[in-house]
């Protein structure tokens, strides 16, 4: 057996992708896979969820399933793993959570019955806002 001579400090920095980047490259990467529909919210200052939401709809289940799988591959090969996935085994609705980017994709049947595009776009007034 042979001891590894690399050692990392406690105090090395975490290589972490700036979210306008994580953000860019999900859009590019859903656009380039035929994604349709593809809407990105800034919710910084709106919400404590998330800074950005992108949503996009994939004509089918198969393609639901697809576009999920090329953006986690996209995220990870940017060296993002703290990643949550729900909703691949049905592939009606998709979520991954990237930390400050949540992803949305749909089948457009499902996407027209939740209609997170109009909740999330809507601005709220003080007053409107239950505390």
């Known amino acids: 057996m042979h001891a590894s001579s690399e050692t990392h400090s406690v105090t ?3 290589s972490a992708v700036p979210a306008e980047d994580l953000l860019k490259s999900i859009v590019k990467t859903l656009d380039d896979n035929k994604a349709e529909d593809i809407v990105s919210i800034n919710l910084a ?4 969820i998330a800074d950005h939401l992108v949503i996009a709809s994939g004509r089918s289940q198969r393609q639901v399933a697809a576009l999920a799988d090329y953006v986690v591959r996209g995220l990870k090969a940017l060296g993002h793993r703290d990643l949550s996935v729900e909703g691949l085994e049905q592939a009606d609705w998709v979520l991954i959570d990237a930390g400050d980017i949540v992803v949305h994709i749909f089948r457009p ?5 939740y209609n997170l595009d109009k909740m999330w776009s809507t601005d709220l007034n003080d007053r409107d806002v239950l505390n």
């Open 12 to 14: 090395d920095p975490v």
């Open 45 to 48: 200052g709106k919400s404590s």
């Open 109 to 113: 049947e499902v996407r027209n019955y």
